[in-house]
C-alpha cells in the first residue's frame, strides 16, 4: 500500500532501518511497526502484514524521540523571542519529542495555575510533549518557598530559578528536602554571583587580550560544591543544569561515588566550543555559564562518556535579532540549540571517537528521560511511538533562514555540520519531516 507523508494512517510499519534502542544501533535492518499511536512491535527484518502500508527507511537510523531536559521558551512575557507553538516546532526539527521548560518566565511559573498553562499551550501545539518545572521561589526572587505540592499535582517535574542561582544555602537546603519528598529534583543553576558577578566571558587569556569582564571557573565550582553538600544533608534530588567547567565535572564525579543523589547535564555549545569564539566580540558566543578552556571543553565530553554527566541538554536561549546585535558586554546571555543538538553531537563527539551513534542517541534520549524519570525516551512495545529517522553521514550548513524557532541567534551560523534529522513522529503521528535539498 502507497505510503503519503500529508495522511499519516492509524498503523503502518517503518522498515529498512537501523534500530538504536538503549545505546546500541542495530548490526542488521529492523521495522517498527505502529499501531493508533503506540509501538506494536520492533525487531529485526521486514515483515509482511496485509493491508498494513509501509515506509521504506531507506537505511535511516529509527531511535526514540529525543528529550530535552532544559529550553526556555519564553512564553508568557517573551513572545517576541519564542512562544510555546514556535519553541515546539523548533524542537521537533531537532528531533525531539518532549521538553522541560524552565520557569524564568514574565510572569514567573511559580504557582499551579501557570504550570497547567504551559501544559495546555502545548497541547494546543501539539508538537512535543511539555514538561513543564517551577520556580523555587516566588518570581524567582530567592525569597520564600513556592508552594511545591500544588504545583507537582499540577504536573510541574522539577523545582529551578534557572537564570539566577539559589544564592540563600538555607532557601537551597529546604528547596532539596521538600522536593525529594516528592520525587522530583531540585535544578540548580550553579553560579556563585559574588564570584562571577559583572562578568559577561569566560575569566582567562580572551577575556584579557578582548578588555572584557571575566566570569572564573570558582564561581561554577564553589556553587556545585556548595548544593552538592546540600543535597547530601538533605537526601534530595539535585540536578546540575549546563556544566562547564572541568572542576565541576570532578566535584560531581567524587559525589556519584559517594552515593550523593545528583545528576547532571551538558549542553552542546560546552562540549564543542571554546573562548576563543569570542575572540571577534559575537554576541552569538555569549552565554552563561560561558564558553571555557579547551581543557574543560575535553572535560565535559569525557564526563558525559563516561555517565559522570547524565545527559545532553541544549538550554535552548531564543532573544530577538536586535538584542544580540549590542555589543558583546551589553548582549543578554544564550543562544539557540533544539535544531542543532544532534548534529553537533555527530561532529564533535561522534566523529571524533567521544561517543559511538548510540551512546549520542542514549545521551539525548533514554538517559535525559530516566533522569527526570518522564514517561519518554525509550521504543518499548506498547509505549507511546515517539520516534527519530535519522541520517548521521549527511553534511549540512547551518543558515539562519532555515532555522524553525522564532529566534535566529545559534553559535553555529554558517558552519558546516554532520548528521540530520530527516522526520519526527510524536504518538506515531509525523511533526517534522526534512525537506533541506529536496525537489517538491
Not at 216 to 232: K, Y
Not at 256 to 284: I, M, N, Y
Not at 298 to 304: D, F, I, K, P
Request: negative net charge.
Amino acid at each position: 500500500m502507497e505510503w503519503s507523508w500529508e495522511r499519516i494512517p492509524a498503523e503502518y510499519l517503518v522498515t529498512d532501518v537501523f534500530v538504536c534502542r538503549q545505546g546500541k544501533v542495530g548490526k542488521r535492518k529492523g521495522f517498527l511497526h505502529v499501531k493508533r499511536g503506540r509501538v506494536e512491535g520492533l525487531g529485526v527484518g521486514a515483515p509482511t502484514l496485509e493491508g498494513v502500508p509501509v515506509l521504506d527507511g531507506g537505511g535511516l537510523v529509527l531511535a526514540p524521540g529525543f528529550v530535552d531536559l532544559h529550553v526556555h521558551f519564553r512564553e508568557p512575557g517573551g513572545e517576541e523571542k519564542e512562544t510555546v507553538a514556535s519553541g515546539s516546532r523548533a524542537a521537533a526539527a531537532g528531533g525531539f519529542t518532549s521538553v522541560v521548560t524552565m520557569p524564568n518566565t514574565d510572569p514567573a511559573i511559580d504557582n499551579a495555575g501557570m504550570v497547567r498553562y504551559l501544559i495546555q499551550r502545548g497541547n494546543e501545539a501539539g508538537l512535543v510533549r511539555v514538561f513543564p518545572t517551577g520556580a523555587v521561589s516566588p518570581g524567582r526572587r530567592g525569597e520564600g518557598m513556592c508552594e511545591f505540592g500544588a504545583m507537582v499535582e499540577a504536573g510541574a517535574v522539577g523545582f529551578t530559578d534557572d537564570g539566577s542561582p539559589v544564592r540563600d544555602g538555607s532557601l537551597m537546603s529546604g528547596a532539596l528536602k521538600y522536593a525529594g519528598h516528592l520525587g522530583v529534583p531540585v535544578i540548580t543553576h550553579a553560579e556563585d554571583t559574588t564570584i562571577t558577578g559583572g562578568g559577561c566571558m569566560h575569566a582567562g587569556y580572551w577575556s584579557a587580550r578582548l578588555g572584557l569582564a571575566g566570569m572564573p571557573r570558582a564561581g561554577e565550582d564553589a556553587a556545585v560544591f556548595r548544593d552538592i553538600e546540600l543535597a547530601r544533608a538533605a537526601g534530595g534530588h539535585l540536578h546540575v543544569a549546563h556544566v562547564s567547567t572541568k572542576g565541576a565535572v570532578e566535584i560531581i564525579r567524587r559525589a556519584k561515588a559517594e552515593g550523593v543523589r545528583v545528576t547532571a547535564e551538558a549542553t552542546p555549545h560546552h562540549f564543542s566550543l571554546d573562548h576563543a569564539r569570542c575572540r571577534d566580540f559575537s554576541p552569538l558566543f555569549k552565554m552563561s555559564p560561558p564558553l571555557r578552556e579547551p581543557d574543560d571543553v575535553n572535560a565535559v565530553a569525557e564526563g558525559l562518556a563516561d555517565g559522570t554527566i547524565d545527559c545532553i541538554a541544549t538550554d535552548h536561549a531564543p532573544h530577538t535579532a536586535t538584542e544580540k546585535e549590542y555589543q558583546f558586554d551589553q548582549a543578554p546571555f544564550g543562544v539557540v540549540g533544539l535544531e542543532t543538538a544532534f548534529a553537533v553531537g555527530v561532529t564533535y563527539l561522534v566523529r571524533t571517537g567521544v561517543l559511538d551513534l548510540g551512546g549520542l542517541v542514549a545521551c539525548l534520549a533514554e538517559r535525559p528521560a530516566r533522569v527526570l524519570n518522564l514517561p519518554a525516551g525509550g521504543l518499548d512495545e506498547g509505549g507511546e511511538a515517539d520516534f527519530v529517522l535519522l541520517d548521521p553521514e549527511q553534511e549540512w550548513t547551518v543558515q539562519a533562514a532555515d532555522l524553525r524557532s522564532r529566534s535566529r541567534n545559534s553559535a553555529y551560523l554558517g558552519e558546516t555540520l554532520r548528521g540530520r534529522v530527516k522526520a519526527t513522529f510524536l504518538r506515531g503521528r509525523l511533526t517534522w519531516r526534512d525537506r533541506l535539498g529536496v525537489q517538491e
